[in-house]
């Protein structure tokens, strides 16, 4: 099928915590709607079938709750009801953005997923119901090709996001299309959670995912574009992202990934949007991973003399690290429970210092979740202080078998190249309780070579 996602750079509010009424609100709104509606057409002239918009492409973000509440519209989250808000503008107030979003997918018979601002009133015997008598969410909504609302999903894992509420329970949102069966939905960050991604797809076995975005990057793990990737080679589904567009804030990287090839939008240097369409296949069937390879042991003879430990701070977090050097080895570093090992081989050596790191712990900051890791990675200098700080380019071509003895199933194989791109791993999979990781000859200079462990229960 032809998906289509668009990585938009908003009109923002000048400023997101003064009050306006609502006409400014919309005003606003649809100037981000205008340039929806151009996209919509784009994408419908090159054959799109489906189409993915960002997290807070229409509205913006930093707002408090008061201050965003001009901007939301109104929507029920019962499926009693089959509403074309297109068609049936009366039947609700309040519903102009989901209007404009409806003829859109009407006009270009596409189906379209955005996000939005929602409000839902509520009483006060609800226990959850806030003091001011409503809820505010942060809301995805998909249409079908003739307008029709077909779901709703509000974001489950806030990144303080203090305008919004949490829903009292995770939603579990499906929608059927006619050219590639079913897909879910989640937001953001969202994506590093048990609840409701992971739930979703094991509970529905859902093949395609759409994933509306507003994610700041942070090297060397957790780039959009490489942990887009990772999800979709870890579950063996196609994910539809859409990420917002503002560098200054870090923010870029979207894409249409299958677990074997990915088209993706990186980009930190100029302004405007992108639209990325492409034609993917539908996943149908599980693909039975080949685990016979087995991957090599680092050597017991302990004679040998130890490259040197040190500590350095990735991701905010206290890595062990040992140094990678010379032209080929075997190394092995571990912390707590983990152990991870590298095989290597460089033809040519670069004056570049890679190291590999182990963390097996909690992280704590902006958001807590137990991560387990083994990471090869190049550093930003030639010190084993500047280990896990933030590189972009590198020229390294190295061949390596990674692995660890991971105490989780879901591991998130990372494999980002110079220039922020992405490569694919020759080979992975489970082998003797390992979980491994192999490639010879990335396509460019190595950046990171990841095993990303989430480790749920432990969160």
Excluded at 87 to 95: A, H, V
Excluded at 188 to 209: H, T
Aim: overall charge negative; aromatic content about 14%.
């Amino acid at each position: 099928y032809v998906a289509a996602v668009y990585e938009h750079e908003s009109i923002l509010s000048p400023n997101p915590t003064a009050l306006v009424d609502r006409r400014s609100a919309l005003e606003l709104m649809g100037r981000n709607l205008d340039i929806y509606e151009e996209q919509v057409v784009a994408a419908a002239r090159q054959g799109a079938q489906i189409i993915v918009f960002p997290e807070d492409g229409i509205h913006g973000f930093n707002f408090t709750r008061s201050s965003i509440y001009p901007y939301l519209d109104f929507v029920l989250h019962s499926h009693s009801v089959k509403w074309n808000p297109c068609r049936e503008p009366y039947l609700f107030n309040d519903t102009e953005v989901l209007q404009r979003l409806s003829c859109m997918a009407l006009k270009n018979k596409i189906f379209l997923v955005a996000n939005l601002g929602t409000k839902q009133p509520c009483e006060h015997t609800d226990p959850h119901c806030p003091s001011d008598g409503r809820y505010q969410f942060n809301t995805n909504v998909a249409f079908n090709d003739d307008g029709t609302l077909v779901a709703t999903y509000r974001k489950h894992n806030l990144y303080f996001e203090y305008a919004f509420d949490t829903p009292p329970e995770p939603d579990y949102k499906v929608f059927d299309t006619p050219f590639a069966g079913q897909f879910g939905m989640f937001t953001c960050f969202d994506i590093l959670f048990f609840e409701p991604a992971v739930n979703l797809i094991r509970q529905y076995n859902v093949k395609q995912v759409v994933y509306p975005t507003a994610w700041m990057n942070q090297l060397p793990l957790l780039s959009a574009v490489e942990f887009q990737q990772a999800f979709a080679t870890a579950f063996n589904v196609n994910v539809l992202a859409a990420n917002i567009h503002h560098p200054t804030l870090g923010m870029t990287g979207s894409g249409i990934y299958t677990p074997a090839k990915s088209f993706i939008y990186h980009n930190m240097e100029s302004c405007g949007g992108k639209l990325i369409v492409a034609e993917i296949p539908v996943i149908t069937i599980d693909y039975a991973t080949d685990l016979e390879k087995t991957p090599g042991r680092a050597s017991e003879k302990g004679k040998e003399q130890l490259p040197p430990l040190f500590y350095a701070e990735m991701m905010y977090d206290n890595f062990t690290f040992v140094p990678v050097r010379g032209g080929k080895g075997e190394l092995q570093v571990c912390a707590n429970t983990l152990c991870c090992y590298l095989n290597y081989r460089r033809a040519v050596l670069t004056d570049e210092l890679y190291a590999l790191g182990v963390f097996d712990g909690l992280h704590t900051v902006h958001g807590t979740y137990y991560v387990q890791a083994c990471a090869l990675v190049k550093c930003g200098g030639l010190s084993f202080s500047t280990c896990g700080q933030e590189v972009t380019d590198a020229t390294a071509l190295i061949d390596f078998q990674l692995w660890g003895n991971m105490s989780t199933p879901y591991i998130f194989p990372l494999l980002l190249t110079s220039g922020i791109t992405l490569d694919f791993a020759d080979d992975m999979g489970w082998k003797n309780n390992h979980y491994f990781i192999s490639k010879s000859r990335t396509s460019s200079g190595l950046l990171t070579a990841a095993l990303y462990g989430r480790w749920y229960e432990k969160d």
